[in-house]
């Protein structure tokens, strides 16, 4: 699967939207990469809310990943599962997911090198940028993006503050995939989806 592009990331908390409306609405804007994340509704509702969610990204072709919870992305038929540093290990995870995507929170070059090596299929790397939308630490900055980025193989999506303000600059360091939520929730969602993708195909041409 082609983990490059936009990732968009859910957040019920940015806008009055039911989660499958939201990402109904990005699809329809040519997003075909979502990553369901709710660090606030229980187990049960995460689960029935990815298997709509699952039902809307099969039927668009779109690649559904999962947040946090390994035996959810399983029980779904998810296509894969992102996991952070305090989340299940990546070795007991493929054990349980097989051949499924496996994607890993990183923010330092150091834990994105023991990713790789530890067969993650791609890394999030940040944030980037502050961001509102969850206590991710300190930024790292595009300079320290750019070193992780030549220093692995696996695809890098970076995360964490990106806006159409600052996009440019996390472009240049040649990272896969942007992963956003704030930015294209806040407003026009197909309005701010069409200015990422414009400013991306412009600067990849």
Known sequence: MYLGGICFITDRRLCSLSIEEMVNKVIEAGIRWIQYRDKEESRRNIYNNALRLKKITQGSKSILIINDHVDIACAVD??????????LPLIEARKIIGKKIIGISTHSLEQAIEAEKGGADYIGFGPVFYTETKDAGHPKGVEELYNVKKSINIPVVAIGGISLNNVEEVLKTGVDAIAVASAILKGDIIGNIRSFKNIMKHYRG
């Open 78 to 87: 998810a296509d894969g599962v992102h996991l952070g540093q305090d989340d």
